[in-house]
T-cell receptor, first 112, second 115 residues
């Protein structure tokens, strides 16, 4: 069975400081992993995806994530938070022909 | 601008009403999905269609009835809903089903309130 766990339901940072949103997965095989962002009253938008190529994946809006097999993690980072980054972030993953499994989401708050 | 359009954006309905949610994708995808997003709960997959055929029904109550007349359109017919069905209903599409054929492209959702 596969599962995706987001370790923090809420993260608060100050504008200009680094962002770290944590995601762990459980999978018997090499998974495909994704990060999505959801702004209020909007659908989910793809930030980046990992599909067994480079372990460091760069996405939109300055976000990136690193696949670490030894830690079964796929944490999302950004060097410097912007007010517009305030949103809910979802990690998702799965294997091959299976459906995507979503984590519970992390709400990112950015303080001025 | 999203390639997946959902209408209406907001819907308020009584428990005895019948209404439908509509989703249209302009991406040439073959798979379409309905998700339910409730406050403080994980995203719930409801139905999946691949090449117009339903491939997943995630134990959804029969008061929700999906319809996929072609690969570009997906409907969710609602009848005799309960207040706990109030949620954001998200439609998504992908090239085909399966994680390797992701990513999913989402619409902006229909905010449903059942009174």
């Amino acid at each position: 069975a596969q599962s995706v766990t987001q370790l923090d339901s809420h993260v608060s940072v100050s504008e200009g400081t680094p962002v770290l949103l944590r995601c762990n997965y459980s999978s018997s095989y090499s998974p495909s992993l994704f990060w999505y962002v959801q702004h209020p009253n909007k659908g989910l938008q793809l930030l980046l995806k990992y599909t067994s190529a480079a372990t460091l994946v760069k996405g939109i809006n300055g976000f990136e994530a690193e696949f670490k097999k030894s830690e079964t993690s796929f944490h999302l980072t950004k060097p410097s938070a912007h007010m517009s980054d305030a949103a809910e972030y979802f990690c998702a993953g799965g294997n091959a022909g299976n459906m995507l499994t979503f984590g519970g989401g992390t709400r990112l708050m950015v303080k001025p | 601008e999203t390639g997946v359009t959902q209408t209406p954006r907001h819907l308020v309905m009584g428990m005895t009403n019948k209404k439908s949610l509509k989703c249209e994708q302009h991406l040439g995808h073959n798979a379409m999905y309905w998700y339910k997003q409730s406050a403080k709960k994980p995203l719930e997959l409801m139905f999946v269609y691949n090449f117009k055929e339903q491939t997943e029904n995630n134990s959804v109550p029969s008061r929700f009835s999906p319809e996929c007349p072609n690969s570009s359109h997906l409907f969710l017919h609602l009848h005799t809903l309960q207040p706990e069905d109030s949620a954001l209903y998200l439609c998504a599409s992908s090239q085909a089903t399966g994680v390797r054929n992701s990513p999913l492209h989402f619409g902006n959702g229909t905010r449903l309130t059942v009174t």
